[in-house]
T-cell receptor
Framework: EPEVTQTPSHQVTQMGQEVILRCVPI?????FYWYRQILGQKVEFLVS????????KSEIFDDQFSVERPDGSNFTLKIRSTKLEDSAMYFC????????????FGQGTRLTVV | SQKIEQNSEALNIQEGKTATLTCNYT??????LQWYRQDPGRGPVFLLL?????KEKRKERLKVTFDTTLKQSLFHITASQPADSATYLC????????????FGAGTRLAVHP
């Protein structure tokens, strides 16, 4: 069964460093997303990506964040200068399209900023 | 601003009983509502979607209702099993929002043998 894959599963980084989280969405899906979940809190929307551009972003997704789909398969989230409060589980998700709206989530990357 | 409320306390039930989880929303009108399951340290997994013109939807032991007047969805698991223990998330969703999901905080369900 097709699935969304994320790498790495766990990333530890120093405050101020740049990190790139990687995702391979399901191949025929059209919409791609990043969500985050701080420990013990709810899953929060960060950004949606459609037709090779950001379609919507939340207040959390400030200038420190960027997304890219560098080729036909990968979808990345970059955090330019990490802060302690960026420590969270980051989930990538993809969705087939308008008529099929359910999202398929990856297993997440646990980001720890020290 | 839009608000989504789910039972914040964990729901503990005995195996074989029916679990009922509640999702209330305010300040917006979703076109459909989705339910997801999340296990600790894992990504959410889609369970069911119900549209605003549907009153009820079923899938195996799962049943979802959607009352747009009450602004509420109920999620039922019949004949519950310990394997159903997880956190259940609801996401009332508008159209035209590139299908982004705004989740409630979730309700943790524990099914005891």
């Amino acid at each position: 069964e097709p699935e969304v894959t994320q790498t790495p599963s766990h990333q530890v980084t120093q405050m101020g460093q740049e990190v790139i989280l990687r995702c391979v969405p399901i191949s025929n899906h059209l919409y791609f997303y990043w969500y985050r979940q701080i420990l013990g809190q709810k899953v929060e929307f960060l950004v949606s990506f459609y037709n090779n551009e950001i379609s919507e972003k939340s207040e959390i997704f400030d200038d420190q964040f960027s997304v890219e789909r560098p080729d036909g398969s990968n979808f990345t989230l970059k955090i330019r200068s990490t802060k302690l409060e960026d420590s969270a589980m980051y989930f990538c998700a993809s969705s087939p399209g308008d008529k099929n709206t359910e999202a398929f989530f990856g297993q997440g990357t646990r980001l720890t900023v020290v | 601003s839009q608000k989504i409320e789910q039972n914040s306390e964990a729901l503990n039930i005995q195996e074989g009983k029916t679990a009922t989880l509640t999702c209330n929303y305010t300040n917006y009108s979703p076109a459909y509502l989705q339910w997801y399951r999340q296990d600790p340290g894992r990504g959410p997994v889609f369970l069911l979607l119900i549209r605003e013109n549907e009153k009820e939807k079923r899938k195996e032991r799962l049943k979802v209702t959607f009352d747009t007047t009450l602004k509420q969805s109920l999620f039922h698991i019949t004949a519950s099993q310990p394997a159903d223990s997880a956190t259940y998330l609801c996401a009332p969703t508008r159209t035209g929002g590139y299908n982004k999901l705004i989740f409630g905080a979730g309700t943790r369900l524990a099914v005891h043998p």
